[in-house]
């Protein structure tokens, strides 16, 4: 048998069966949780507190459409705040939206020289109408209180605060959701280059982000989408003045796409989170 016709027969068995290969055969097992996302199975990672300090439990969600470990800040948080007293459960994030395709039609295609087709620098270019984009939300708002809404029993063991991290539109969202008090409020929120894709959302952002009555710390790499860094100093003006215990807003000096810069973010949350626990304990 030809090797690519029997890759193919493989392919096939496989996706007959229903088997689907594990996303983290290389996590202890006994740190995979399962829970249900819209009536299908979905994996959340849960990794206990180490030594002697227990804080509580820190909540983890990354960029939309990542999984629960995805390659960067996240995943090392995960892994790095046990030491400080958290134990971390990692949740995926809802999906993303998906891109769209624009076509042109034969008979529009401009003739050499013309320019009928050139964009206006001025003008967005529209990407969903709003009930479109009111859809996609909708369904991003039930995927994130559903998964959500399964994790006490997961943090049950881990007594003390609970810790919010979020980064990107991931953060967007949760923002949004918490504002509009459809998520239980955290003690701490943790938002890392936050920012929301839609242009509206994202303005609205740093006014619903200094309304929150709770704890937040906002983390800005200077590697930030320009959604992100357009809203930065808005948040930092339309935070709670004379509250330290209610905002603070920390500027990396190098892009978050760098391990070295980790580190600092995870010194950063850990002396935010002290302090809040010595005010509030």
Do not use: C
């Amino acid at each position: 048998m030809k090797p690519l016709l029997l890759i193919t027969l493989l392919i096939s068995l496989v996706a007959s069966s229903g088997f689907t290969l594990a996303k983290y055969d290389y996590v202890p097992t006994d740190e995979i949780a399962e829970i249900q996302i819209n009536g299908s199975p979905s994996q959340v990672l849960v990794r206990p507190w180490q030594g002697q300090h227990q804080m509580g439990a820190a909540i983890l969600i990354g960029d939309l459409g990542t999984h629960a470990d995805p390659v960067g800040i996240i995943s090392y948080l995960r892994r790095h705040l046990n030491q400080q007293g958290w134990a971390t459960i990692s949740l995926p994030a809802p999906d993303a939206a998906a891109q769209v395709n624009f076509e042109t039609k034969a008979g529009e295609i401009p003739k050499a020289g013309e320019k009928q087709l050139e964009p206006q620098t001025d003008t967005a270019q529209s990407m969903y109408t709003q009930s479109q984009w009111r859809e996609i939300r909708d369904s991003q708002n039930q995927q994130l209180i559903q998964t959500i809404n399964q994790i006490d029993p997961l943090g049950q063991p881990y007594a003390g605060k609970r810790m919010l991290i979020v980064e990107a539109r991931g953060a967007g969202i949760v923002i949004d959701q918490l504002f509009h008090g459809r998520l239980a409020t955290p003690d701490i929120l943790v938002v890392i280059n936050p920012y929301s894709p839609h242009s509206e959302e994202n303005r609205q952002l740093p006014q619903q982000l200094g309304k929150l009555n709770l704890a937040v710390l906002d983390i800005q790499s200077p590697d930030a989408t320009a959604e992100a860094l357009a809203t930065a100093e808005q948040r930092l003006q339309l935070a709670p003045q004379n509250k330290p215990l209610r905002y603070e807003q920390q500027r990396l000096a190098l892009n978050l796409d760098q391990p070295s810069t980790w580190l600092e973010v995870l010194k950063m949350i850990d002396g935010f989170a002290r302090r809040i626990d010595k005010a509030y304990p």
